[in-house]
């Protein structure tokens, strides 16, 4: 299923006019096309688990309360502040979350650019060129 979507995605991105490039960089494309596509199944389930959750939710509140309002309404208080808390949060993670992305996009643009780089040198038969600048671009950061 997974890489159907991919697929479905690419041809999609393929169809754009003039097949434009995305916004983002090239490592966060392929970032996005292997990580995005894994959450859209996972993302189905959690909302069918959502919705057994509160169904259950209700159901227990509904049962508590025709045992004891008082005790459910005790009952209830933390579960609301913890829920402000993680609300409040939510916020920060997302935050985090955005900038996992952003570095997960240069370190695979970053691999591209090296990988395509060494390509390039062996296309020119510049191996012993390119290592001889290395080594002595290395010898003069050591002394």
Known sequence: MNTLM???????ILKRPGAAQLPDSPG?????????VDQIPLFVILVNDILVGVGIIIYSIYLMTQISVSVTI?????????????????????????????????VSGFIGEFFGAVQAVKVATAEKISSNIFTKSMMSVVS
């Open 6 to 12: 991919r697929k479905n995605l690419l041809t999609h």
């Open 28 to 36: 966060e494309a392929v970032s996005r096309f292997k990580t995005d």
């Open 74 to 106: 005790m009952a209830l208080i933390p579960l609301i502040i913890v829920g402000v808390v993680a609300n409040i949060a939510t916020k920060r993670i997302e935050h985090y979350r955005t900038a996992s992305r952003q570095a997960a996009g240069k």
